[in-house]
């Protein structure tokens, strides 16, 4: 099956600055790459994917990256703000496991005003 | 739309209690998933379910975990007898399948489980 690592497990910024979270998969077959955010007492909510077609997509201050070649993708948030302080989760999703998402262990992100 | 909607948000017992979870999917989706976080082993898949067949329940801990659903609308998480080792949160999430490919998964809110 499909092993996604995520790193660092915690993360602190000052506030405006960038903040990069990298995660690596296994499955060379893996073609779709979700970001979730979640937020203390929240469920994990969807902020920006990636399908492996593209090798780059931003929405305002956030992007993700993907190298297909090193399996690797990660995201990155420009001009952090303290509301962006939650845990975020990368997934993979594969052509042979194409009814499952692997998640990675999740990266504590803490903006400091 | 409200989203998956799961009851109740928070669910406090004691050991050897039965404990059922609610889950109400995105109208439309067809594929429904039971996830379990705690701190240590952090997001577990439990089970999921495709047209309200179960596929995949290789993740249920152990046979006093069971989920149902009974349609397309409506899931349930059940353990019985609950132990103080299943305290945790559980998600439940949905999706569309479409062609064998899982689409994007969207989350509740979440039950936050203790059991003294």
């Known amino acids: 099956g499909e092993n996604v690592e995520q790193h660092p497990s915690t993360l602190s910024v000052q506030e405006g600055d960038s903040a990069v979270i990298k995660c690596t998969y296994s499955?060379?077959?893996?073609?779709?790459f979700p970001w979730y955010k979640q937020e203390l007492g929240k469920g994990p909510q969807l902020i920006i994917d990636?399908?492996?077609?593209?090798g780059e997509k931003k929405d305002q201050r956030i992007a993700v990256t993907l190298n297909k070649t090193a399996k690797h993708f990660s995201l990155h948030i420009t001009e952090t703000q303290p509301e962006d302080s939650a845990v975020y989760f990368c997934?993979?999703?594969?052509?042979?496991?194409?009814?499952?998402?692997?998640f990675g262990t999740g990266t504590s992100l803490t903006v400091i005003p | 739309d409200a989203g998956v909607i799961q009851s109740p948000r928070h669910e406090v017992t004691e050991m050897g209690q039965e404990v059922t979870l609610r889950c109400k999917p995105i109208?439309?989706?067809?594929?429904l998933f039971w996830y379990r976080q705690t701190m240590m082993r952090g997001l577990e898949l439990l089970i999921y379910?495709?047209?309200?067949?179960?596929?995949?329940d290789s993740g249920m801990p152990e046979d006093r975990f069971s989920a149902k659903m009974p349609n397309a609308s409506f899931s349930t998480l059940k353990i019985q007898p609950s132990e103080p080792r299943d305290s945790a949160v559980y998600f439940c999430a949905s999706s569309f399948l479409a062609g064998g490919v899982q689409e994007t998964q969207y989350f509740g809110p979440g039950t936050r489980l203790l059991v003294l």
């Open positions: 990636i399908r492996s077609n593209v």
């Open positions: 109208s439309g989706h067809n594929s």
């Open positions: 997934a993979s999703r594969g052509e042979n496991t194409g009814n499952q998402f692997y």
């Open positions: 379910f495709n047209n309200n067949v179960p596929i995949d």
């Open positions: 499955d060379s077959a893996s073609n779709y």
